[in-house]
């Protein structure tokens, strides 16, 4: 996975992710919400015990303290990470 930070400004974070197949974002809680969006591909995204499909034209939000993941299987991700901090 690579990522870049667009942004930051404030109280607002904007970072770009680029995930090859087969990467991820380990599990991890973040302390303010994230919203995610899918600009390219196709991949997974979870919050706590929910595995939801994530692709081009989605997006979700993490809301905050609560443990989430982002990752692909046999295609590329591109997304944006919108974080209030």
Known sequence: MDGRVLLVR???LLAMLRFAP?????????????????????GFISIEDRVNSFAAGQWITWPAD???????ADSGMITLMVERL
């Open 66 to 72: 609560r443990v989430h993941r982002l990752w692909t």
């Open 10 to 12: 404030d109280g607002l």
């Open 22 to 42: 087969a990467a991820t974002i380990h599990e991890h809680a973040a302390g303010h919400e994230i919203d995610v969006i899918c600009l390219e591909g196709e």
